[in-house]
């Protein structure tokens, strides 16, 4: 069964500064995707960004990357320019591409709460 | 405001009640999950259903059951209620299903507290 594992339950960054949060995950497919959702105050879930395993390259969105390292099943976001709306629960998702069976569910990681301080 | 909607927004209960929750999915989805967020279990997927269909099921206790109706709308049913069942359901839904990317996406979630 697919694992992810998020390290870091709380993180601090200054505004304007860059943070890095961590995630691993454990799988024995070699294929699938790699997701970072951001749950605001609200408890709204947003897709932050994804990113599938077969491509090298790693994923961006504007401010927000990805370091994406398949053999050591790392899969880590990187926010620049951190603003004060950024401060969330960012969790760490994995999902299976295989078809059948329970293969689109999402398996998530117990999450990292980022504060961001002005 | 990611299309999906979800009623109630917040439902208080006494253990041993059953309840309901309602979603009504994106339009033109076909899929739909349910996921529960709670303090000690985190954010476990718990059922989906494809046009109508159970398509896979997660770590969801018999006490509880799901439907999704002709409509696409989902309803999932939690019975005989407990403590450990307060948690924050989500319900997501996708265009479809299977190896192909579509994403999900999340209402706002019912919290439900049972007292």
């Known amino acids: 069964a697919q694992t992810v594992t998020q390290s870091q339950p709380e993180m601090s960054v200054q505004e304007a500064e860059t943070v890095t949060l961590s995630c691993t995950y454990d799988t024995s497919e070699s294929d699938y995707y790699l997701f970072w959702y951001k749950q605001p105050p609200s408890r709204q879930m947003i897709l932050v960004i994804r990113q599938e395993a077969y491509k090298q390259q790693n994923a961006t969105e504007n401010r927000f990357s990805v370091n994406f390292q398949k053999a050591a099943k790392s899969f880590s976001l990187k926010i620049s320019d951190s603003q004060l709306g950024d401060a969330a629960m960012y969790f760490c998702a994995y999902r299976s591409t295989l078809y059948g069976g329970a293969t689109n569910k999402l398996i998530f990681g117990t999450g990292t709460l980022l504060a961001v301080q002005p | 405001d990611s299309g999906v909607t979800q009623t109630p927004k917040h439902l208080i209960t006494a253990t041993g009640q059953r309840v309901t929750l309602r979603c009504s999915p994106r339009s033109g989805d076909l899929s739909v999950y349910w996921y529960q967020q709670s303090l000690d279990q985190g954010l476990q997927f718990l059922i989906q259903y494809y046009n109508g269909e159970e398509r896979a099921k997660g770590n969801i206790l018999e006490r509880f059951s799901a439907q999704q109706f002709p409509d696409l709308h989902s309803e999932l049913n939690l019975s005989s209620l407990e403590l450990g069942d307060s948690a924050l359901y989500f319900c997501?839904?996708?265009?479809?299903?299977?190896?192909?990317?579509?994403?999900?996406?999340f209402g706002p979630g019912t919290r439900l507290t049972v007292t």
């Open positions: 997501a839904s996708s265009e479809s299903t299977g190896s192909v990317f579509y994403e999900q996406y």
